[in-house]
């Protein structure tokens, strides 16, 4: 028989493959679309998440909606989600072994997204995603073509509600990214030059 999203939902939430199960409320996979050109990998649910059930909802989500909205994406474009799907305690990074029990539904989730292109925000997708050389400071803003995905690691809006003066990057980077899109026509091109939003959200 076909596994559906609907199979996968009910996988996830029933996933008890580490030990982020025991002390979670919701399990977090996705906002925007089932399927999108392009998927946005986080690290992992914060409190808000944890509460509501979706990625990015926090402080950091509001940012990213922000930049996002501001470059004229809409949530049919993208697909949110995490390295992990259920929270870390006290938002510690997840360990290792965390990581890889939840990496199975990543790369479901990936089959089912369809997504051209990846977006590793910060430096823990981008550690448990790629095999990196270098840290997130220098791999930013440049593509990286893998098993038929163009990935592009940039720094987490986090870390730029800590970084303001970095934000400047973030927003080039997401801005590389639309350029991207519209290139391979999926999506259509904006009339006017997008302005970095100066708030947080
Ligand atoms: N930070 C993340 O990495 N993911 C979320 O969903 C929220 C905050």
């Known amino acids: 028989m076909e596994y559906t999203w609907p199979d996968f939902v009910t996988e996830c939430n029933q996933c008890e493959n580490c030990e982020l199960a025991r002390s979670r409320k919701n ?5 925007g679309s ?3 050109p ?3 990998v986080g690290e992992g649910p914060g409190a808000s998440e944890d509460e509501q059930g979706q990625p990015f909802v926090g402080q950091a989500g509001r ?3 922000l930049l996002l909205d501001a470059y004229g994406f809409t949530p049919k474009d993208y697909h949110i989600c995490n390295i992990v799907k259920c929270r870390p305690p006290e938002n510690r990074v997840p360990t290792k072994e ?11 989730q990936i089959r089912f997204a369809k997504p051209k292109i990846i977006v590793l925000l910060g430096s823990t997708a981008y550690k448990y995603f790629l095999t990196p050389q270098e840290p997130i400071s220098k791999a930013r803003g440049i593509w990286i073509e893998k098993s038929k995905f163009l990935i592009m690691p940039t720094f987490h809006p986090a870390f730029i509600l800590r970084n303001n003066n970095q934000r400047i990057l973030l927003w080039r980077d997401i801005g590389l990214v639309r ?3 519209e290139e391979l026509d999926l999506i259509s091109p904006l009339h006017n030059e997008p ?3 100066s708030g947080r959200g």
């Open 38 to 40: 392009v998927m946005f």
């Open 179 to 181: 350029s991207k899109m």
């Open 34 to 36: 089932i399927e999108a």
């Open 27 to 31: 399990v977090v996979i996705y906002r």
């Open 98 to 108: 965390e990581a890889r029990a939840c990496m199975p539904l990543l790369a479901k």
């Open 195 to 197: 302005e970095m939003p």
């Open 63 to 65: 940012l990213l909606s």
